[in-house]
Every structure is written in structure tokens, then in C-alpha cells.
């Protein structure tokens, strides 16, 4: 077995975020082998986008951790064909800590200089790779300059430091180039990559009989990078070894025999040969006599349609080989029409056929022996044709989809109309209502992303067969976002660290953005924060984080459908505790007795402890003194003072505290120890009369020592005491009217006229009202309500007596009524009005009225302000009726 050579193993020493790299250098070895790094307990080191073994087996370092400081990092070398394992000595990594890692630029490390030239091999794997080192730790993309990366043979491994490409092909051929990045800079390298081949072949040699006299021609084409020399054999002899008056050439790769005859019979070999490998063929020729002879039946029948070609067949045999030729019923040849043409086998092709091609066709076949002929029919057939196809479609997931086809088709021909959907034929299924089929119509049902692709309905015969397209593109929100990762934890001190992922799935809308949320399954499980969104072309980004949360990071994409299913749940990382970074806010002092004062504040949301625990440091002195502070440190987010005098100032500071400090300075607030009754009355300067049912009252502001607290504003109440008519009974109906403290006016509407009205007008703040100061007024006369019950009696055929009731609301003194009549047919006459001064007066006799129409009568009460509201009736005289 390889035995590792003698080396005496140095410690390796760094500091914290210095680029290392472990050499493993295994022994030389005929097999493959296969590296591992593993520690003394036989653990695999971990690798990720900071450590990377190579290619060459050596374990690579973007840059070190104290983490990293162990004494045991063992290369192992596994040769699978002997079974056997063996280690190098263990090298001690000792990484010395600093208090500030200096950022730096990505450089590579393998490989070290700008470009190199590598040779790939058709249809062999290649590996590329890049490795680097940096702080941040860099990532690593791949590029193609010469064009696009053949997305489906390239996988990248390793933390996107190795590129892999399966199955090379000429066209893999070109640059290569990768770029480590991250926030300082970047570094690159250009693999110039030229694809090389095997021999491999296009046109083998053919064994085959020949007549005497023939010519026999033997091709042996090759292809391969770079291109193979070619030479040949005849019976095991080197061509280049037989005499030079041999009736043989070779030209262009082909061996060429002239005039052969039966004592030429030979075994040829061709041999093609480049750096890469060897390819060999054998080929036999044998030299008879024989009559000609046709193997393909006689008076076959050929169907074809129009438009598409016909084959007509006619092998035929013999040596020498006949010639074969093609006759129409009149015995003449057929290739005077260019659309046909003969093959080499004999057969007869006929382009683009047209109905009249229908009839027979004859072969005949001949050689120096005799000659041999024999029919075939031909019938041409209407083409099938799609005349409507499906049309391409964009639906959302969970919808249907519906493809319409329609074909004409030759009458005589069985023909079917079928769907197929990304290459597979679609079927009706009894247990699900998945696709309807009928009709030439195909419905989809409950569309899902795996519906999208193309799909074509197949419109065909037994002689042919013609496809429509159409293509299904299925849209919705996005798919889950895959591959969430964290690095840079070594920032986690500093409350960063760095969040990537890979593409979520668009489901054919672009990505708009990315949320990023946490959830602390400690403090607030099953509950997710935002900590904000990126672009939809960004996939990682650096979070700043609150100390001491325990964060369980989760991403979802979202696209005009909206968002998708979040990502699976990160791992959780815990950042380190500190002081607060903020003060409580909405800090408040009120009293909630006369000499007490309760100072309140919002308190600190949990995310922003950052520690186990909070407390809140209270702080107070009356305004103005500069004297001393007053504190305690409380856990609830309010604290009362006692034994206050009545609403006095006070300067209030709350700040915030954990076990590891204070928060910032805190903002001074004003507060307030606890509120008294007002101590006077407004002083009511009077009363404004603005109409028969409006007053504006005014008054004095309070003096603002009498309030005893914050001025809220004032308090206006005001009732009815009855009508001035002697008559009128006693009500108290009330009214409250409401100003701010700022305000020392008020309109009183929707009074009744002609009334008294008492008033009172107090002021409040926050502890209740103050005494009232009160006066009386009363409002003038207004025009009255409508009369009640109008009834219309008749007298005659030209006469009415008119009853009615007086108003319920007369709003002053009434002096009488007003009455209005106009026939309702006649539009030119003009309505009649008079006074009735009485206002005791209760009916009226209306006379000379037309016996044939009907008239409209209205009825106002009247004050010395006018008349009032108006009732309404219609009707005529008995003449009528």
C-alpha cells in the first residue's frame, strides 16, 4: 500500500481572520484516490463558504476563527482498489484573537495567477475550481464570456467553488472566468477550456457483393480533435506495404478498387487513430455472378396525400448490380417530371404529390444476364389539415384552461383527433376529473405549476398526421424559497450576521421582493417579526439585529400574485445581551386623586430588552426647583406618587435598565400631581338673539388659578320654561352644548320662538364641573306651525265649507289665516288669495266654484312675523262626485 513520506509537520499560526492554508500532498498512486479531513475523535471537518478542501486535497481557509484553533486537523487518503486508508501526521492550526479583524478584498488562492489552459474531453467530465480568501468571507460566481452557460450539464458544488460540466461537447469549448466578491472588492480567473475528441466515427466501411468489372469503393470517415490520420489494410497487409501496381487508390480516406473481379475477393480493415484513442473496422468483398433479380413484391398498392412524398419500392438484386428504371403506364420514363426521383436502392420517391399522380408505375431491373420488371399502384389521398388549433395561454394556478381543435380530413381515411401534453398523450382518467376531452375541445382542470408546457392536438390519419402547439404558462405567487443559510457569525458580536438563500421558484412573475422575518421561540413563539425586504434579484443580505433575541430567521418571496409559502425556518442564533438602546415612550403624569400623581409609559416591547430582563428607572422633581431627583426602579409600567399637593408640575425622566446597563439619557417630560373642582364660575357677559330659534350666549374666560387643573372647557345647559301665552303649561325640555377650553361662546339653535328659556354655563377640567353662573332669556315671535285637520264639506255644486284646527305651535300671537285656492286642471288661472284676520275663527263658506273642477286649498296660520307653515287638500263640489 502508498505509505505517506516522512515530513516533519510544523504548527500552523494565524491570527483571527488571516487566510490559512493545510497542505495534504498525499502519496503518488496509480488509482484514484479520495481525500477526507477528520479530526482525532474521526469527525469530518466541516466545511462551508469560509473552509474548503480542494481538489488537490488541501484544506483551505477564507479566513480563521479562535474556532478553528485545534491541534488535530488530519488529512486521510482512501484507495478504494486496495481498500486501504492511510493519515498524515496532524497538524496544529493555533489562531492567536484580536479585538478588531482587518476587512480585506477577496484573493484566490487556487488558482493563484489570472488565467490557465486546460484540455476537456468529449463526452468526459470537467472540473473547474475557484477557491479564495477574504473578510467577509467572499462568494464565489461563475461566468461564461463566450457564450451562455448550458445550464443542463452544469451543476455547482462545493459552496459554488466548483463548477462541474457533464458530458462535454464541442461547443463547451471557450472562456471560462470566476469572481470571488464581497464588500471591499474582487478577484477573478479566466479557464480557456479547448474541447478535444477521440476518434469516433461518421461512416463505417460496408461488406458488400460487386459483379466482375465493377468498381468497389470502401469509405472509413472519421471525426476527432485533434483530426485522426487514417490508414488501411487489405488482408492483414499494410496498404503502403503492397506492391505499387496493385489496381487500388485510396482518396480522401476511401479505399477504391477498379475493374474488380472474382479472384478479388478480400478482407479490408480501416484504422483511425489520434492522441485520444484508436477505432477499427472490418469490411468484406466479394467478387461473383449472379442474374438480376427484384425482391420487392409485385402489384403492391402505395397510399400517400397530397403534399407529402411517396416511396415507391423496387430492391433489387444481382451481379453486376442492375440498373434499375422507372416507367409510367405508356412505357415512358417517369424522371422527365422533376418532382421524381430515384434512389440508389432502387426505390422511386414522388415530392409533393397531387391527385393526378394516382395510377401505376413500372420497375424494371437489368444486367448483363436478363432483365425483370414489376408494378406498383399508386393512390393519393385528400391531406389532413388543422383549420382552427389551440391557442397559447397564461392562467392562474387552481383555474381551468380550455384548448379548442378542429380538422378536415379525407373522407375515404379513418381519422381521429387526440391531445398530447409535453410528449405524452392525454387521456380522460375515471377517478379524476382531471382533463375532459371531447369534441376536439380539451379542458383542464385545477391547474398546477406541473400542467405548464406545450401541448398540441394531433389531427391524423393512417397516412398522416398533423400537430398544432400551443403553450399553457401557469402563474401564481412564488414557490418557497430553498437553501437558507447563515454566515459571517462572527459579527454576531458586533449584532450582525449574514442571511443567503437561493431563488425561490417565480411561477412565471418576476420576484419583486423578499421579506425577511424572525420569530423568538422564547419570548414569543409562533409569532413573526419583520425585519424588512430586499429586491427580488437579491438573495443574501446583512441583517442588524437586537441583542439578546433568540432569532429563528424565515424568507418569502413575493411577486403581483403576492407572497409564497415561507421558507423553511433558519437554525437559531442568539445574540449577545447589552445595555438598552431605548427609553419607554408615551410618558405620562396625571393625578387620579387630588395629592397623588401616577406616572404611566408604553413600556419596552421585548425585542428591545435586550437582556432576560427590563426594568424602568423613575425619576421626579417639582418643575422649576433644580433641586434633587426623586427615583425608585419599578418592574410595572406605572408608578404612583403620593401626598402631592393639588395640580403641581413635576419634571418626569423614565429610562429603561437591565443587568447590563441603563439606556440612553431620557427626555424630560411635564406632568401633573392630581386635579380639584373648579373654584368660580364664568362670568356671563349675555345674550344675543340671531332669530326666533337661535341665541348667542357669551362670557369671561375663568381665572385660570380657580381651575384647579387643565382647563377642558365649558359647559353650557339650558331648558324651556313654557311659551309667554298666558295659557301655555309648564315644560322643561333641556339642551347641552359643549366648548373647548379656548372658546367662550356658544350658539344655542333650535330654541322655540317666542319662549323663556333658562341657562346655566359651568367650566370642567379634568377632575369634574365648577360652579354655574345662570341667567334667563327668552326668544321673540316667530311665524307659527301649520294648522291642523283641513277638512273640505260640501255645500252645493258651487259651494264648500272649509274646517280646520289652529296650529299646536303658534310661536307667538296669532292674528289670523291666510287662505289660497286654484283649480288643478286649469293651468292659466291664477291662484286666489285672501285673509281671514280672526284668529279665533275655525270655518269658512267658499262660494261661486265651478261645479266641474277640482281645486288645491291652502291654509297658513299668521303672527305678526308673517305667515307660517302651509297644510294642503284637494277636492270639488257634489257635482263631482
Known amino acids: 500500500a502508498p505509505k505517506w513520506p516522512k515530513e516533519t509537520v510544523r504548527p500552523v499560526e494565524a491570527e483571527e481572520g488571516e487566510s490559512v492554508v493545510l497542505p495534504c500532498h498525499p502519496p503518488p498512486s496509480a488509482e484514484p484516490l479520495r481525500i477526507y479531513w477528520m479530526n482525532s475523535k474521526i469527525l469530518h471537518i466541516k466545511q462551508d463558504e469560509r473552509v474548503t478542501m480542494g481538489q488537490n486535497g488541501n484544506l483551505y481557509f477564507a479566513n480563521v476563527l479562535t474556532s478553528d484553533n485545534h491541534s488535530d486537523y488530519i488529512c486521510h487518503a482512501h484507495f478504494p482498489g486496495t481498500r486501504t486508508i492511510i493519515q498524515k501526521e496532524p497538524i496544529d492550526l493555533r489562531v492567536k484573537a484580536t479585538n478588531s479583524m482587518i476587512d480585506r478584498k477577496p484573493r484566490l488562492l487556487f488558482p493563484s495567477n489570472s488565467s490557465s489552459h486546460l484540455v476537456a474531453l468529449q463526452g468526459q467530465p470537467l472540473v473547474l475550481e475557484c477557491i479564495a480568501e477574504g ?78 468489372g465493377e468498381t468497389a469503393r470502401l469509405d472509413c470517415q472519421v471525426q476527432g480533435r485533434p483530426q485522426p490520420e487514417v490508414t488501411w489494410r487489405i488482408n492483414g497487409i499494410p496498404v503502403d506495404e503492397l506492391a505499387t501496381d496493385q489496381k487500388y487508390r485510396i482518396q480522401r480516406g476511401a479505399l477504391i478498387l477498379s475493374n474488380v473481379q472474382p479472384s478479388d475477393t478480400m478482407v479490408t480493415q480501416c484504422e483511425a487513430r489520434n492522441r485520444h484513442g484508436l477505432l477499427l473496422a472490418n469490411a468484406y468483398i466479394y467478387v461473383v455472378q449472379l442474374p438480376a433479380k427484384i425482391l420487392t413484391s409485385d402489384n403492391e398498392t402505395y397510399m400517400a396525400v397530397e403534399g407529402s412524398t411517396a416511396y415507391l419500392l423496387c430492391k433489387a438484386f444481382g451481379a453486376p448490380v442492375p440498373s434499375v428504371q422507372w416507367l409510367d403506364k405508356e412505357g415512358k420514363t417517369v424522371l422527365q417530371d422533376e418532382r421524381f426521383f430515384p434512389y440508389t436502392n432502387g426505390t422511386l420517391g414522388i415530392r409533393d404529390l397531387q391527385a393526378n399522380d394516382t395510377g401505376h408505375y413500372f420497375c424494371q431491373a437489368a444486367n448483363d444476364q436478363n432483365n425483370v420488371t414489376i408494378v406498383a399502384n399508386l393512390q393519393v389521398k385528400d391531406a389532413t389539415r388543422i383549420t382552427q388549433g389551440p ?234 426647583t433644580r433641586g434633587a431627583w426623586q427615583e425608585q426602579i419599578v418592574s410595572d409600567p406605572f408608578l404612583v406618587v403620593s401626598n402631592t399637593s393639588t395640580f403641581v408640575p413635576y419634571e418626569i425622566k423614565v429610562q429603561a435598565v437591565n443587568s447590563q446597563g441603563k439606556g440612553p439619557e431620557p427626555q424630560i417630560t411635564i406632568g401633573y400631581s392630581g386635579e380639584d373642582y373648579p373654584q368660580a364660575s364664568p362670568e356671563l357677559e349675555g345674550i344675543k338673539i340671531l332669530n326666533s330659534s337661535a341665541v348667542l350666549v357669551r362670557w369671561r374666560p375663568v381665572d385660570p388659578a380657580q381651575v384647579k387643573g387643565h382647563l377642558r372647557g365649558y359647559n353650557v345647559t339650558y331648558w324651556w320654561e313654557g311659551s309667554q301665552r298666558k295659557h301655555s303649561k309648564r315644560h322643561v325640555h333641556k339642551g347641552h352644548v359643549v366648548v373647548p377650553a379656548n372658546t ?44 291642523e285637520a283641513l277638512h273640505l264639506e260640501c255645500q252645493s255644486d258651487t259651494s264648500l265649507l272649509l274646517h280646520w284646527q289652529p296650529p299646536l305651535s303658534h310661536n307667538g300671537v296669532l292674528t289670523g289665516y291666510v287662505l289660497s285656492y286654484q283649480p288643478l286642471d286649469d293651468g292659466d288661472k291664477e291662484q286666489l288669495s285672501f285673509d281671514l284676520p280672526d284668529p279665533e275663527l275655525r270655518t269658512h263658506n267658499l262660494t261661486n266654484l265651478s261645479p266641474h273642477l277640482r281645486y288645491r286649498f291652502q291654509l297658513q296660520a299668521t303672527t305678526k312675523e308673517g305667515p307660517g307653515e302651509a297644510i294642503v287638500r284637494e277636492g270639488g263640489t257634489m257635482a263631482l262626485s
Open 135 to 212: 473578510f467577509p468571507t467572499p462568494t464565489i460566481k461563475w461566468l461564461r464570456p463566450s457564450g451562455p452557460m448550458p445550464a443542463d450539464r452544469v451543476t455547482y458544488q462545493n459552496h459554488n467553488k466548483t463548477l462541474q460540466l457533464l458530458d462535454v461537447v464541442e461547443e463547451d469549448d471557450g472562456e471560462y472566468r470566476c469572481l470571488a466578491e464581497n464588500a471591499l472588492g474582487s478577484d477573478r480567473h479566466t479557464y480557456y477550456v479547448t474541447v478535444e475528441a477521440a476518434p469516433y466515427w461518421l461512416h463505417k466501411p460496408q461488406s458488400r457483393l460487386y459483379g466482375p
Open 744 to 787: 367662550t361662546s356658544a350658539v344655542l339653535g333650535g330654541l322655540r320662538p317666542y319662549s323663556s328659556y333658562h341657562l346655566e354655563v359651568q367650566a370642567f377640567n379634568g377632575r369634574g364641573l365648577g360652579p354655574a353662573s345662570e341667567m334667563t332669556f327668552r326668544t321673540p315671535e316667530g311665524v307659527p306651525g301649520h294648522p
Open 391 to 624: 391557442q397559447s395561454a397564461i392562467e392562474k394556478k387552481g383555474s381551468k384552461v380550455t384548448f379548442t381543435c378542429q380538422a378536415s380530413f379525407d373522407p375515404s381515411l379513418q381519422h381521429s383527433i387526440t391531445w398530447r401534453g409535453e410528449g405524452r398523450n392525454l387521456q380522460e382518467f375515471g377517478d379524476s376529473d382531471k382533463y375532459f376531452i371531447e369534441d376536439g375541445r380539451l379542458v383542464i382542470h385545477g391547474l398546477d405549476y406541473s400542467d405548464q408546457g406545450n401541448y398540441s392536438c394531433v389531427a391524423g390519419t393512417e397516412l398522416d398526421m398533423v400537430e398544432s402547439r400551443a403553450e399553457l404558462l401557469v402563474v401564481g405567487s412564488p414557490g418557497p424559497v430553498p437553501q437558507l443559510e447563515l454566515s459571517d457569525r462572527h459579527l454576531l458580536k458586533q449584532s450582525h450576521v449574514r442571511l443567503s438563500w437561493r431563488p425561490a421558484e417565480d411561477h412565471n412573475a418576476p420576484i419583486e421582493k423578499y421579506d425577511i422575518e424572525f420569530e423568538d421561540k422564547e419570548m414569543a413563539p409562533q409569532e413573526w417579526y419583520s425585519l424588512g425586504k430586499v429586491p427580488g434579484n437579491q438573495t443574501s443580505t446583512t441583517l442588524k439585529l437586537s441583542p439578546y433575541v433568540h432569532y429563528t430567521f424565515r424568507v418569502t418571496a413575493i411577486n403581483k400574485y403576492g407572497p409564497g409559502e415561507p421558507s423553511p425556518a433558519s437554525e437559531t442564533v442568539v445574540t449577545p445581551e447589552a445595555a438598552p438602546e431605548k427609553n419607554p415612550v408615551d410618558v405620562k403624569g396625571e393625578g387620579n386623586e387630588t395629592s397623588n400623581m401616577v406616572i404611566t409609559w408604553k413600556p419596552l416591547r421585548w425585542m428591545d430588552w435586550n437582556a432576560p430582563q427590563v426594568q424602568y428607572r423613575v425619576q421626579w422633581r417639582p418643575q422649576g
